[in-house]
């Protein structure tokens, strides 16, 4: 009897084990056979606290009681996450192992549970106590949380037809169950199991004609007894409709919240105006990188839209000066990172109203910040005009710099005119003044960077220098020790005339607040109208970095006041404007058509090898088509052919640079001069029996044992290679 028993309980710790450990670390592979994603480092993911739907008795003293169920969309899919309260009011410890909860639909699909990997090791409930452990599930697209049914089981290894299970009850989840927050109502979210209360203090709203920019403040207090680190959560917008739309969050870098305290963060984002604003809900999620998923935290409805009295944000004045009437309108009010230090800027637009000419003022400014402390400014000057016609406007800059630990609330800025000054003996003072023109005033949670959505395109219209930005991919290269990561950003010229466009300046921002300086390959020649630059901006990060949740923020560079020229240094930046970044796309293309290496796309095909006495031989046909509206600048990137045959230890490759691809009509001439194999090198057209050897002379010995090889196409940057193409085929057959 005692060795039946000892059996029974080993069966049982044995399954629910598998269950526990086989369900805490789910299998992860990209669509398309594709390679995995980078992954983060394992943090805990925190939970939320919504409304408990029901409990389940284990017998007179404990109980199972089921909260915290909240449905967060992804593509293609919903994450659906709950906890277990589990109350031991007995007398003896409680084992969890012996239980386990069940999800299914009311139509009756089994839906796989897992447990997060937090809670993965906890099992023992001591007496007259309680623990919660918290689970998440996978549901398809069109499953909705009133479709959910929670089941409680204990394995019973005597009921062997009812799959060792006996139920012990369910729950459903009730028709009218929300987890939306309501308006002016805070929700307690668990951080590294603290609370803290979090509830939105208040929402400010602007738009252009695209856009509507929300700013959301969000207020966070720690009510637990020790201090708190936030984690890098992801918030974003839902609208009515169920639209998503990120929102970037200010100040959170390293930001802790010490016990009996609270911190505000402002959230800023964009939504299209074509979009209801109705209904409007702010989603805290969490990115689980070890989970490959974002987790729902927590939601709320926003409260009504606060009064933006005091922004002086698109209101007109006017000053009059020894040369006429002025009307100056302040733009935006922006906070830029910059170093070590943070930029101040404050664009603004100057008009002349009136019927005769007039000259562009000596301008200059000040930023004081809560009345209290003085930040000099220089102006930059925008337009290239040199005079106001009747009913024209320019626009201009004024560029101040702080410490970027500064916090302040409001900023004034004061608009100066230069005066000069004479001296006693009537000759003119080298040193000149300041006679105070106007006044602006704005505050801090409302000096908002414009945020674009991937896809969208951004218009600066500067006269003379009008363009258009637009964000087209992402791309990290995997090294040894960090990976670099890129983004793609087309500036298109919308001038009637070539034009250069001007450098920039650009910054990635994390999830988590931090700021990455990037490196921006630079194009020295003209731009055509209608014609399109393509910028390659880049930064290292530690390897296996998570950039789900990044953006960029990307700037005209400033030097001395003027537009960054030929090859100064910048020393600041305007005209800011913030992009959020897509998901990077891991699919591996397996064939070699039409792979994508903008602004080219290569086709290989008639793929052969051959062995002789000097070694091996790939050879291949291709095709090499080039977008000639646009101009790029591709230095440090390669294109790497490589055939790795693992069995029998043989893999050679051949690196082509970018540079060389544009150069179809040199190559031919010099090749008909006998100065160039054009075989050498990958160029622009269709062309036959590009050649790759390898020179080993003992490898025709091997003849015997070559069965199959792979080929793998590498797009290179920097040193650092990303797989994009590659495929298993077979030595000596020719392949299309």
Same mark, same amino acid.
């Given at each position: ?66 909260k915290n169920v909240v449905m967060m969309p992804e593509q293609g899919n919903k994450t659906v996450t709950f906890t277990v309260g589990v109350h031991n009011g007995g007398t003896t410890d409680l084992q969890f192992i012996d239980y386990w909860p069940q999800l ?252 005769? #000419?007039?000259?562009?003022?000596? /301008?200059?400014?000040?930023?004081? $910040?809560?009345?209290? %402390?003085?930040?000099?400014? =220089? *102006? @930059? ?100 020790? #960090?990976?670099?990561?890129?983004? /793609?950003?087309?500036?298109?010229? $919308?001038?009637?005339? %070539?034009?250069?466009?001007? =450098? *920039? @300046? ?231």
């Amino acid at each position: 009897m005692n060795s039946k028993r000892k059996r029974y309980k080993t069966c049982i710790v044995l399954l629910a084990a598998v269950l526990t450990f086989g369900s805490a670390l789910p299998a992860f592979a990209a669509e398309g056979g594709g390679t995995n994603p980078p992954s983060g480092t394992t943090a805990t993911v925190s939970t939320g606290t919504a409304p408990a739907i029901g409990q389940v008795d284990l017998n007179a003293n404990s109980y199972f009681e089921l909260k915290n169920v909240v449905m967060m969309p992804e593509q293609g899919n919903k994450t659906v996450t709950f906890t277990v309260g589990v109350h031991n009011g007995g007398t003896t410890d409680l084992q969890f192992i012996d239980y386990w909860p069940q999800l299914r639909t009311k139509t009756g699909n089994q839906i796989s549970v897992r447990v997060l990997p937090q809670d993965k090791d906890k099992n023992r409930i001591p007496a007259k106590s309680s623990q919660d452990i918290s689970f998440y599930a996978t549901v398809n697209e069109s499953t909705d949380l009133k479709d959910l049914i929670f089941e409680v089981i204990k394995w019973d290894f005597s009921i062997p037809e009812a799959g060792f299970k006996r139920k012990i009850g369910e729950v459903s989840v009730p028709g009218n169950y929300s987890v939306v927050t309501p308006a002016g109502k805070a929700h307690t979210i668990q951080m590294a199991n603290n609370p803290v209360k979090a509830s939105i203090k208040k929402v400010l709203m602007s738009k252009n004609e695209k856009n509507y920019t929300p700013t959301i403040v969000l207020n966070l207090e720690n009510v637990g007894s020790k201090s708190v680190a936030v984690p890098g959560y992801q918030y974003l917008i839902r609208t009515n409709e169920g639209y998503m739309y990120p929102l970037d969050a200010k100040a959170v870098k390293d930001l802790t919240i010490n016990p009996q305290t609270n911190k505000d963060i402002d959230l800023t984002g964009s939504v299209p105006i074509s979009v209801s604003k109705e209904g409007w809900q702010l989603v805290i999620v969490q990115d689980a990188q070890d989970l490959k998923r974002n987790l729902p935290i927590a939601f709320f409805a926003l409260p009504a839209v606060s009064d933006k009295d005091g922004v002086d944000t698109g209101k007109a004045f006017s000053f009059t000066n020894k040369s006429g009437t002025y009307t100056a309108k302040l733009n935006t009010v922006q906070r830029l990172p910059w170093q070590d230090q943070d930029i101040l800027t404050a664009g603004f637009t100057l008009s002349n109203k009136g019927p005769e #000419a007039l000259p562009i003022p000596d /301008l200059t400014g000040y930023f004081k $910040l809560d009345d209290n %402390v003085k930040v000099e400014a =220089k *102006l @930059v000057r925008t337009d290239n005009v040199i005079g106001l016609a009747p009913n024209a406007e320019a626009q201009f800059q004024l560029i101040g710099k702080i410490p970027y630990t500064s916090q302040f609330g409001k900023v004034k800025l004061v608009l100066q005119e230069k005066t000069s000054s004479s001296g006693g003996d009537g000759k003119t003072d080298p040193q000149t003044a300041a006679s105070d023109l106007l006044e602006f005033v704005h505050r801090s949670e409302m000096m908002n960077i414009p945020y674009n959505n991937f896809g969208e395109t951004y218009k600066v219209n500067n006269v003379g220098r009008s363009v258009s930005y637009k964000v087209r991919s992402v791309t990290t290269y995997p090294g040894e020790t #960090a990976d670099t990561f890129t983004a /793609l950003l087309e500036v298109g010229n $919308l001038e009637t005339r %070539v034009s250069d466009i001007s =450098k *920039l @300046v650009g910054y990635f921002k994390t999830a988590q607040g931090r700021y990455y300086p990037a490196t921006i390959s630079e194009i020295k020649s003209k731009v055509n109208p209608d014609g399109k630059a393509l910028f390659l901006l880049s930064t290292n990060v530690s390897k296996g970095f998570p950039t789900s949740g990044m953006n960029v923020i990307i700037g005209e560079a400033v030097t001395e006041g003027k537009l960054t020229e030929a090859d100064k240094k910048p020393d600041a930046y305007v005209n800011a404007v913030a992009y959020w970044l897509p998901q990077e796309n891991f699919t591996l293309k397996k064939d070699f058509k039409n792979l994508d290496l903008v602004p080219y796309e290569l086709s290989l095909s008639d793929i052969r090898t051959s062995i002789d006495n000097e070694g091996a031989n790939l050879k291949f046909n291709y095709e090499l088509i080039k977008d000639l509206m646009i101009t790029t600048n591709m230095d440090g990137r390669k294109l790497i052919i490589e055939l790795d045959d693992e069995d029998q230890k043989i893999r050679f490759n051949k690196e082509f640079d970018f540079k060389d691809f544009d150069g179809e009509m040199s190559d031919k001439q010099g090749a008909a001069n006998g100065q160039l194999d054009p075989k050498d090198k990958v160029i622009v057209g269709k062309h036959k029996d590009l050649e790759i050897k390898v020179r080993d002379g003992d490898f025709r010995f091997k003849i015997s044992h070559v069965k199959k090889f792979k080929l793998n196409i590498y797009d290179s940057f920097q040193g650092q290679k990303r797989l994009i193409a590659t495929r298993e085929l077979n030595w000596f057959e020719p392949t299309q």
